[in-house]
């Protein structure tokens, strides 16, 4: 039986209104039309749902207890359907992502307010988490997609780089290097410097970027900002990629540019092979791609302000 929901409405129609042609108009059909739907409804069933004569259409028992059936089928099905078309047209629904903590506080609010004006309906989930927690989330199904730091492509994975950024040495305004346009790894790999856990895509990628040598670590820490205020105290310096610059905006430290081996780091789209996004974070995946590479550059201080 193909039971679809212009029969329900017709059926419903009929039952209500108990006139073909009143039936026909309500249901915007030509009468013949109509009259079509309800014998075609009548023998997929195999069972008469209206007796009827030149002047009355009645149910007969059998339509009574469809009746019933459709009372509770119809308003659910429209239900159904009108949540469906919601999705479809992006008024309804949930995007669920994780990425950097740099990526979250810097530049996520605000693709995340346009992005809310555009779809006030969709709600927006985000967790704030190492690359290589990220990663495991996107594996898991616990979020749509992951923002991190450079990754390589797998078997379960797809990796999209959207944007790269590059370093900065951060220092107090009256560090010997301060008023330096531009720095080199010979400039600052003898410094103690304010260097990060060992999860930290930051300092996977710093280690990286001069192996086999190694970083004078005067302190290690987990957090940016944590790093700010050590530095703000005069304990050492760090170095830090444009993405996290937000966090070293105290009064009396500078950015100055520093040119590494592996001067740039690739910022990661991360999707499951085997997924379809939804068409809320499709949505958001397309904003993504036409505003985040501009984000990142946007974050970088100007030649005169790095100077």
């Known amino acids: 039986?193909?039971?679809?929901?212009?029969?329900?409405?017709?059926?419903?129609?009929?039952?209500?209104?108990?006139?073909?042609?009143?039936?026909?108009?309500?249901?915007?059909?030509?009468?013949?039309?109509?009259?079509?739907?309800?014998?075609?409804?009548?023998s997929d069933l195999g069972v008469r749902l209206f007796s009827r004569n030149t002047r009355n259409v009645e149910l007969t028992a059998e339509g009574g207890v469809f009746q019933?059936?459709?009372?509770?089928?119809?308003?659910?099905?429209?239900?159904?359907?009108?949540?469906?078309?919601d999705h479809v047209e992006r008024r309804k629904g949930k995007v669920a992502m994780a990425?950097?903590?740099?990526?979250?506080?810097?530049?996520?609010?605000?693709?995340i307010a346009r992005y809310g004006e555009r779809y006030p309906?969709?709600?927006?989930?985000?967790q704030d988490v190492a690359s290589t927690v990220c990663l495991d989330m996107v594996r898991n199904r616990q979020v749509d997609f992951g923002l991190c730091a450079a990754a390589s492509p797998s078997a379960d994975l797809d990796i999209e780089?959207?944007?790269?950024?590059t370093f900065y040495l951060i220092c107090?305004?009256?560090?010997?290097?301060?008023?330096?346009?531009?720095?080199s790894l010979a400039d600052v790999v003898e410094l103690p410097i304010i260097g990060?856990?060992?999860?930290?895509?930051?300092?996977?990628?710093?280690d990286a970027a001069i192996y086999p040598r190694q970083w004078r670590r005067a302190h290690e820490v987990n957090s940016l900002s944590t790093a700010a205020g050590f530095i703000a105290a005069g304990l050492g310096v760090t170095v830090a990629p444009t993405l996290a610059l937000y966090q070293f905006r105290?009064?009396?430290?500078?950015?100055?540019?520093?040119?590494?081996?592996?001067?740039?780091?690739?910022?990661?789209?991360?999707?499951?092979?085997?997924?379809?996004?939804?068409?809320?974070?499709?949505?958001?995946?397309?904003?993504?791609?036409?505003?985040?590479?501009?984000?990142?550059?946007a974050l970088a201080p100007t030649a005169a302000a790095a100077a």
């Open 1 to 42: 039986m193909n039971l679809s929901l212009r029969h329900m409405r017709a059926f419903a129609a009929l039952a209500e209104l108990r006139n073909f042609t009143r039936a026909a108009e309500h249901c915007c059909l030509t009468q013949s039309a109509f009259s079509a739907l309800i014998a075609n409804l009548e």
């Open 68 to 85: 019933h059936i459709v009372a509770h089928l119809l308003p659910e099905t429209e239900r159904a359907l009108a949540e469906m078309r």
């Open 99 to 111: 990425a950097l903590p740099s990526i979250c506080a810097g530049i996520l609010p605000e693709l």
């Open 121 to 126: 309906g969709i709600a927006v989930q985000v």
């Open 161 to 165: 780089v959207l944007a790269r950024d």
């Open 172 to 183: 107090r305004e009256d560090h010997a290097l301060a008023a330096r346009r531009q720095l």
């Open 196 to 206: 990060f856990e060992r999860n930290s895509s930051i300092r996977q990628h710093l």
């Open 250 to 297: 105290l009064a009396g430290l500078c950015a100055v540019p520093l040119k590494l081996p592996i001067n740039e780091r690739d910022i990661c789209l991360a999707r499951r092979r085997d997924a379809t996004d939804s068409l809320a974070a499709e949505a958001f995946i397309d904003l993504l791609r036409a505003r985040l590479k501009g984000a990142v550059r």
